[in-house]
């Protein structure tokens, strides 16, 4: 198995957790979501843009339909 990439630690996610929001829209510059749009970035190969990382869960939507489309079902 291939390593992606980590997430670090960051005390911001259980702050968006208590406020029911994702940490990349939350708090976009915490250590977690900037480590998630790394993990992005390495699942989608692209770069993501700096005024779009609070587009995250649309990214992660884009590489499910990608990965999805692949699939010989």
């Given amino acids: 198995m291939e390593f992606l990439g980590s997430v670090l630690q960051d005390f911001n996610v259980s702050k968006?957790?208590?406020q029911q929001k994702p940490v990349s829209v939350?708090?976009?510059?915490?250590?977690?979501?900037?480590?998630?749009?790394?993990?992005a970035e390495v699942l989608t190969n692209t770069v993501i843009q700096e005024e779009?990382?609070?587009?995250?869960?649309?990214l992660?939507?884009?590489?499910?339909?990608?990965?999805?489309?692949r699939l010989n079902i």
């Fill in 16 to 18: 968006a957790v208590m």
């Fill in 26 to 39: 939350a708090y976009p510059q915490s250590n977690a979501a900037q480590s998630y749009c790394k993990l």
């Fill in 52 to 58: 779009k990382k609070i587009g995250l869960a649309k």
């Fill in 60 to 69: 992660f939507s884009k590489l499910i339909k990608s990965k999805v489309g």
